[in-house]
């Protein structure tokens, strides 16, 4: 296409120029390949650091939300202690018996490992989806690198042949 519009020009503008020699027409050729080519890798190698840059981010969040469920669960544990004792100086009042109001401390102390037990089960299921996300998002981001450098090797395959006559096998350029 950019080898077609350069051709073109001279007899459109009225230059009247003469034709482009096959050997001009290659390098034109190859010159655009080359432009394309690096365009390609260049595409691909952002697309890779966005590939990581992404996973990073969302593996931020996770952790942010780690954080806020345990600042959560400390506001819900300091809730807690104050319902329970509110209840206990209740329960002092209407004279409960002490086996009893014992008895309250241990079910509240294991209500309260309960809840501490789901928020780290929680909590580790974040770090596990974050973990996982910086992994996958450092695969994508190998494999468009890749991408990328098989794009640059047939970029340069492409160029190459383009200087070759395709009869005779030899340079365009050394005629």
Same mark, same amino acid.
């Given at each position: 296409?950019?080898?077609?519009?350069?051709?073109?020009?001279?007899?459109? @503008?009225?230059?009247?120029? #003469?034709?482009? +020699?096959? *050997? @001009?027409?290659? *390098?034109?050729?190859?010159?655009?390949?080359? #432009?394309?080519?690096?365009?390609?890798?260049? /595409?691909?190698?952002? &697309?890779? $650091?966005?590939?990581?840059?992404?996973?990073?981010?969302?593996? +931020?969040?996770?952790? @942010? =939300?780690?954080?806020?469920?345990?600042?959560?669960? %400390?506001?819900?544990?300091? &809730? =807690?202690? $104050?319902? !329970?004792?509110? &209840?206990? *100086?209740?329960?002092?009042?209407?004279?409960?018996?002490?086996?009893?109001? !014992?008895?309250?401390?241990? +079910?509240?102390?294991?209500? %309260?490992?309960? $809840? =501490? !037990? %789901?928020?780290?089960? %929680?909590?580790?299921?974040?770090?596990?989806?974050?973990? *996982?996300?910086?992994?996958?998002?450092?695969?994508? #981001?190998?494999?468009?690198?890749?991408? +990328? !450098?098989?794009?640059?090797?047939?970029?340069? /395959? =492409?160029?190459? @042949?383009?200087?070759?006559?395709?009869?005779?096998? $030899?340079?365009?350029?050394?005629?």
């Amino acid at each position: 296409m950019i080898g077609t519009a350069v051709v073109v020009a001279p007899t459109v @503008m009225g230059g009247g120029g #003469a034709a482009l +020699s096959g *050997g @001009m027409k290659a *390098g034109i050729a190859i010159a655009g390949t080359i #432009a394309s080519t690096a365009m390609t890798v260049y /595409s691909q190698q952002q &697309q890779a $650091k966005a590939a990581a840059a992404t996973a990073a981010y969302n593996a +931020s969040l996770n952790r @942010m =939300d780690m954080e806020q469920n345990n600042r959560n669960r %400390a506001i819900e544990r300091t &809730q =807690d202690l $104050k319902r !329970y004792t509110i &209840q206990q *100086g209740k329960m002092q009042n209407e004279n409960m018996p002490l086996d009893f109001m !014992y008895a309250d401390l241990e +079910s509240f102390e294991y209500q %309260a490992l309960v $809840k =501490d !037990y %789901a928020v780290a089960q %929680a909590n580790q299921t974040l770090e596990a989806r974050a973990r *996982g996300g910086i992994y996958q998002g450092n695969v994508q #981001a190998a494999n468009l690198q890749t991408a +990328s !450098y098989a794009t640059a090797l047939g970029g340069a /395959s =492409d160029a190459a @042949m383009m200087g070759v006559h395709p009869e005779t096998g $030899k340079s365009r350029f050394l005629t």
